[in-house]
C-alpha cells in the first residue's frame, strides 16, 4: 500500500509557479505533497499566489479611498492593497493612483452603451463613436465636436493655402485653412474655385467702417444715398483713402430714372411738325421740381433758324407815329411757320408808355354841355396830331351829319372775325401757357366761316389722339358736317393734364374768342390724377387738393353757362388703374385703389355741380361700360386714354346726343 501511495505522488512533482501579481517575474515552488493535498481538499492542485517578496509588500499596504473620477461625483471608490501592489510594480509612484469610479458610478456605466454621434464637418453624412467612458465623464450628455474617420482621412490629404484678398486692387491674402477647404469640398464646391473674402487688413479696415450718408448727386433733390462699408473699402482698395466719394443718386431719384424713358416731344412752336428729346435726365430734375409735363421747348431744326434771324425795326402802327417796335427773332419765326408773310401790327414802347400813364377823361360837348368820353388811344393820337379833340358828343354828332351821312352798304357776307388775344392769365401756368396743340390756325379759318361752331375743353380725353385726325373732335365735325350738311366746326382745345382750375384761366382765349353755340368739357382725369410715386403709402399726391378742386368747378360752370348758348358736361371713358405696368412699373395696390376712388370722387361731385347749374350731361362712361369691363378695354390705348374706336364711339354718341337732344341752335 505504502507503495502505491509513493507511485501516486509521483503525478505531482514539485513545481515553480510564477507570481500571480502581473509585472512580478519572481516564482514560488509547491511540493507535489501539497498539490496532492489541495486536491483532497477540493481546492485547485497548484493554486495562484503570491511570491515571499510581494507578499511581504502586500501585507505592508493598506486599502485607500480614492475620489470618484466622474466630475461633480462626491463620492469614493477603494483602492485595494493588492492593485496599489501592481501598480507599484508597474513602476508607477503610489503617490499618483490612478483614475477609478464608485460603484455606482460603475453600474451607470455597464448601462450606458456606446453611440454614434454625427461628424462635426458640415456637409457630412458620417458618424465616429462615443464611448461609454466619455460619455459618463461628460456629465452633461453633450458629445464633443468631432470628425468622422473619413474625413480625418481626407483632411490630412489637405494643406493650408493663402487666397487672394476678394477687394479689387488689394494685394493681400487670408489664409484658408484645411478645415475650411474640407467644408467648402464636402458642400459640392470644387477647391479650385476658393470663396471669396477679405485679408485681415481689408477685414480689420472694414470693422473700423460704418455706413454713412451721402447727399444724392441730383442738384435739385435734397435726399440721400448709403454709403456702405462695403463700397468705402473698394472704394479705398481702388482709389486710395484720400479719394473723394463717388456721386450716386437716392433710391427714389435711381427708381425714376431706370423706369423713364427719353421721349419724343413736339415742337413748341405751331406749325412744326418736328421733336425734340426729353431725355430721362431732364425728365428726372422736372420731376423734382414737381413738373409733371414736359417743357415748352424748339426742336433742333427750329432753333436753328431762330439763331440765323435778327431783330427787325417794324414801324409802329399808331397812325401818326414814326418810331418802331423790334420785330424779336422769336416771333419771326413763329410767324414763318404759320405761314404770315408780315408781322402783325404793334405799338412801340413809347406809345405803350403814354397809354400807361394816361388815364381816359371827359370832356363837355360845346353844344349841349354831356359829356364826352377821351379815351387815352385818343389822347395819344391827338398828341400826335391825327386825331382832332373832340367838341361835341355823339347826339350832336348825328344831327349835324344826318344829311351828309351816305346810303348804307349792302350786306355782308356770313364772317365772324376770331380775335385770339396775345396776354392773359393763361401766361401764369406753364401748362396753358402755349396754345393747344390741336387749335392751329386753319381751325381758327374755319370756325370764322362755319355756320356751326363748337368747343371742346378739357385734358387728356378731350385732346384724344396726337394726330388731330384721329381725335373724335374732329370726327365729331366730319359726323355733324354730313348730318346736317351745314359747315361745323369743332375747336379741340384740349390740353393733357389740364385740370379745372388751369381750364378757368384760358377761357379767354380759348373759348369766349369762338363765340361757340355748343362747349363740350371735361376735366375729371386731370382733377382726379394721382402720382403713384408719391405718398406715404395711404395718400397720394395729386395735382391740386379736392376742396379747391370742387371750388373750381362750381366757378368754372358758372362762367362756361355765361360763355355759350349751351354747355354739355360728359363723362369720359372708364379707367383701370391696375393696368398701369406699362407706365409706372408695377403700379402700388393702394395706388390703384386710390385712384379708382378720386376719380369716382371727381365724377360725383361734376354730378353735383351740373344739377346745381342745370347744365346738361351726357353720360359715356355708361356706355363704355354697358358690356362690361371686358369689353369695354378693347377701346382703351392704356389704363386711361381711349384708342381709335373708342375715339370713334364718343364722336357718334355726341352726334346722336346733340341732334337728337336738340342741343344744337337753329342755324
Known sequence: MAKAFGSLGDFFPDTDIRCRVRGCGNVWQI????????????????????????????????????????????????????????????????????????????????????????????????????????????GDEKPPRRLCRDCFQALKAIEDRDIPCRMKGCQGTWHWNRFQQLEHQLAGKPLDKPPKRMCTACYEKFHDLQDREEPCRVKECTRTWTYRAYDQLEHICEHGPDAPPPERMCQECYLFYSQAQDQEVRCRNRGCENTWTY????????????????????????????????????????????????????????????????????????????????????????????????????????????????????????????????????????????????????????????????????????????????????????????????????????????????SVAVVNAGIPGCTTHQGLLRLARDVKPFQPHVVLFSFVLADAWLDPHTGNGESFRSRRPEEKTAADMDRFWREIKALAGTAIYWTPNPIFPENAGDEFGNPPPRWVRAQTEAMDRMLLQARHCCIEHDVEMADFQLRFSVNGSHSAQKWMRDWCHHNLAGAANIAAWFSDFLVTGKCLPDI
Open 279 to 486: 431725355t430721362r435726365s431732364a425728365q428726372l430734375h422736372a420731376w423734382l421740381r414737381n413738373s409733371e409735363r414736359a417743357p415748352a421747348r424748339m426742336c433742333e431744326e427750329c432753333t436753328k433758324k431762330l439763331e440765323a434771324l435778327a431783330p427787325v425795326e417794324v414801324a409802329c402802327v399808331v397812325p401818326g407815329c414814326v418810331r418802331t417796335w423790334a420785330y424779336e427773332p422769336a416771333e419771326q419765326l413763329r410767324d414763318q411757320l404759320q405761314g404770315r408773310i408780315a408781322p402783325a401790327a404793334r405799338r412801340c414802347k413809347d406809345c405803350d408808355g403814354f397809354l400807361a400813364t394816361h388815364e381816359a377823361t371827359t370832356l363837355p360837348c360845346v353844344s349841349c354841355g354831356a359829356v364826352i368820353a377821351w379815351s387815352a388811344y385818343e389822347q395819344l393820337l391827338h398828341a400826335l396830331g391825327t386825331f382832332a379833340k373832340p367838341t361835341h358828343c355823339t347826339d350832336c354828332n348825328k344831327q349835324i351829319l344826318t344829311l351828309q351821312r351816305p346810303a348804307p352798304p349792302e350786306a355782308p357776307e356770313h364772317h365772324l372775325v376770331i380775335r385770339i388775344p396775345s396776354a392773359g392769365r393763361w401766361h401764369e401756368d406753364e401748362l396753358t401757357r402755349p396754345w393747344p396743340r390741336h387749335l392751329t390756325p386753319a381751325t381758327v379759318a374755319k370756325a370764322e366761316r362755319a355756320d356751326l361752331r363748337i368747343v371742346a375743353i378739357g385734358d387728356d380725353l378731350t385732346f384724344s389722339a396726337e394726330e388731330r385726325g384721329e381725335a373724335w373732335p374732329a370726327l365729331l365735325e366730319e359726323r355733324l358736317e354730313q348730318r346736317l350738311g351745314k
Open 31 to 138: 511540493s507535489g505533497e501539497d498539490a496532492l493535498r489541495n486536491m483532497v481538499r477540493g481546492r485547485a492542485a497548484r493554486p495562484e499566489r503570491m511570491c515571499d517578496e510581494c507578499y511581504a509588500k502586500f501585507l505592508a499596504l493598506e486599502d485607500r479611498e480614492l475620489p470618484c473620477t466622474k466630475p461633480g461625483c462626491e463620492r469614493t471608490w477603494t483602492w485595494n492593497r493588492f492593485q496599489q501592489l501592481e501598480h507599484q510594480l508597474a513602476g508607477r509612484s503610489l503617490d499618483k493612483p490612478p483614475r477609478g469610479f464608485c460603484k455606482e458610478c460603475r453600474d451607470e456605466l455597464n448601462r450606458v452603451g456606446d453611440t454614434e454621434v454625427p461628424c462635426r464637418m458640415k456637409g457630412c453624412q458620417g458618424t465616429w463613436t462615443w464611448f461609454r467612458r466619455e460619455r459618463l465623464m461628460s
